[in-house]
């Protein structure tokens, strides 16, 4: 009964101290080759001014998104405000566009630490109800 007992510890001692780590291991060596799925929408804000001017900022939601130095990203983003959003992503040779109601897909990889834009070219300031600039922080 005694040697049952202590082989089933020994059992479990191996799985903790052998197995796992390597389990683990593999797991997270699966994850680096992954690459990072983002998604994003766009959105609106509107209100009215005391006097009773329409005022509205169209926006990238999340506008600010973490991304890992050297990672594949594959970012989604699609349109729910506005009609259509051109777009280029600094760093990139991305320029793209969201249209209302369909999902843009981009892929990319930053090898540099930095901030890089997301920039809406028909609502890129307040006076063409933006800024529409997203910010993709790169560690
Ligand atoms: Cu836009």
Known sequence: MKKI???????????????????????????????LFIQMVTG???????????????????????????????????????????????GTNIKDEVRKGEETIVKFRFDEEGIYRIVCTSHETIEQNGPMIGYIVVK
């Open 44 to 90: 609106e804000f509107s209100s009215k001014t005391d006097d009773g001017k329409e005022i509205e900022a169209y926006r990238w939601d999340p506008g600010t998104i973490f991304v890992p130095k050297g990672k594949d990203v594959k970012l989604s983003i699609y349109g729910v405000n506005g009609k259509s959003h051109p777009f280029y992503i600094e």
């Open 5 to 35: 007992v202590k082989c089933f510890l020994i059992g479990i001692i191996c799985f903790f101290i052998v197995i796992d780590p390597i389990t683990l291991e593999l797991a997270e060596g699966n994850n680096e080759n992954e690459e």
